[in-house]
Structure formats: structure tokens, C-alpha cells
């Protein structure tokens, strides 16, 4: 992988159609993807009346949201929000919920047109995924800001449950003990067996119907899943992989995260 070292000290290189930012620290990093997503949607507002923007909820995100949210040039009443994974069976005011969490650090902070919750509290769990396929049909996505767990996910597609050719757009899924015990070691939980053991996710076609999508990784716990998504070949087993076939998609790391590239 040929790499390149810019002015402010990033190293950016391409796998496959998928485009690489290194940083030296995560606030770097976080800082750069902010910018990018920023200028990203401001573009875009030049060429549409309003557009459509899915979110992440997870400690990784939590630097890029900070930067994002104070950013005052961006006219955040003509962009809609959704998230893109939802617990099942947490109480619906509990902090670990993914809405909740995004609203805290996000979606109370500026003023978005709508925000478009999953609700996992929904009597029939069927019914909410053809709900909020619906809204994602009538709102095509044109952004995707995202994470990648310990085990490669993306959202909530995890390697048993993951499918490139998905032929549903929201779906609930068991998820792996990988992913949950990810919680527990980002103190997300106390503890495993207070993590769900399933929840609501949008699926991978979903997600990569997406114009643009800016992935944002820092932090050592995913050092491996980088090295993996990298460097494996493209399949489920680790759903990231796909990342590498999308055009207008970028992958952000710190050094932590990124270590084990040049090994």
C-alpha cells in the first residue's frame, strides 16, 4: 500500500476504492473527520433542498460528534438524522440506549429538520423494521457516518448474521458474544450479562447505498478489526471488508488503532 504524508502530518493511502487517513491522536483525527463530513454536507446542501444523514452510537464517535456539533456553518434544519442499530429489552430512558446516547451528544445539540429513532419498544419488532425501512425508502441516505466493532461489524451486522446481499433493510439479529462483551470493555456495561443479547440493525445493502460514507476507528480494542478489514479478503467474516468495494468511502485511525499496519 503506497502512502502518501500531507502537510499536517496524516498519512492517507487507498485500499482498494477505499481511502485511508492516519493520525497521530484522536483528537486529530476526530477533528479531520468533522471537517470532511462538514464540508461534505454543506456541498451537498449547494445541490438539495435537504439531505439524509445515518449516525453511529458508540465511544468511538464521541470526538468526531463533539467537533461536528460546534461547528456553527452548518445549517443543520435542512439535514434529517437517523441512527443505524438499536438494542432490544433495555428500558427506554436508560443512557446505553443507542438513541438516547446520540441524543445527548448529538441530536439535542443542533437543530436537525427530523430524527428518525428506531423504537425497539415497538410490540411487534417485525412491524418496526418495515416502519423504519419505509422512512429510509421515502429518505434516501446520501451519508453514513460509522464505526467498526472488535469483531468487524458494521452496525450491528456482525460476522453470523452479516449479508452483503441482504435483501431486508432493518432487521433484528442475535448478537455475537464478541460484540457483546465489546460493551462491557468500553464500560458501556458493567458487566455481560446486562448487555442484550439482541437488537435492531440497519443491514449492510442499507448502509452502503449511502453517496458517502466516513468511517471513524480510533483507539488500540480495534487495532485488529483494522488489520482484518484491511487486509483479509472481502466476505462476511469480517463484514468491514465491504468497505473496500465503495467509491467516495473513507477509513479514519489514530495511532492506536492503526499500529498493526505496518507489522
Not at 5 to 13: A, D, Q, R, V
Not at 48 to 69: C, G, R, V, W
Request: aromatic share 8%.
Amino acid at each position: 500500500m503506497l502512502s502518501t504524508k500531507t502537510k499536517t502530518g496524516e498519512t492517507i493511502f487507498e485500499k482498494e476504492k477505499l481511502t485511508v487517513k492516519i493520525f497521530s491522536t484522536q483528537k486529530k483525527m476526530g477533528k479531520v473527520a468533522a471537517q470532511d463530513v462538514s464540508d461534505m454536507i454543506k456541498y451537498l446542501l449547494e445541490k438539495k433542498d435537504e439531505i439524509n444523514i445515518i449516525f453511529a452510537a458508540a465511544p468511538s464517535q464521541q470526538e468526531f460528534m463533539h467537533y461536528l456539533t460546534m461547528d456553527k456553518s452548518i445549517d443543520w434544519s435542512r439535514i434529517n438524522a437517523f441512527h443505524m442499530d438499536e438494542y432490544i429489552g433495555l428500558p427506554e430512558n436508560t443512557s446505553q440506549s443507542f438513541g438516547n446516547f446520540l441524543k445527548e451528544r448529538l441530536f439535542d445539540k443542533v437543530p436537525f429538520k427530523n430524527v428518525y429513532y428506531i423504537n425497539s419498544q415497538s410490540d411487534d419488532l417485525n412491524i418496526e423494521c418495515e416502519r423504519y425501512s419505509k422512512l429510509l425508502q421515502d429518505n434516501p441516505v446520501d451519508i453514513v457516518c460509522l464505526g467498526i466493532g472488535e469483531n468487524g461489524h458494521i452496525a450491528f451486522n456482525d460476522p453470523h448474521v452479516a449479508d452483503f446481499n441482504d435483501l431486508k433493510s432493518v432487521k433484528v439479529v442475535e448478537l455475537e458474544l464478541a460484540c457483546r462483551q465489546q460493551q462491557v470493555n468500553e464500560n458501556c456495561f458493567s458487566s455481560l450479562d446486562l448487555v442484550p443479547t439482541h437488537a435492531l440493525t440497519l443491514t449492510i445493502p442499507t448502509l452502503m447505498k449511502a453517496e458517502f460514507m466516513f468511517c471513524i476507528v480510533p483507539a488500540s480494542n480495534k487495532a485488529e478489526a483494522v488489520y482484518r478489514t484491511l487486509s483479509e479478503k472481502i466476505d462476511e467474516r469480517c463484514p468491514a471488508t465491504i468497505l473496500r468495494t465503495k467509491n467516495k468511502a473513507i477509513l479514519y485511525l489514530d495511532a492506536d488503532s492503526s499500529v498493526l499496519l505496518n507489522k
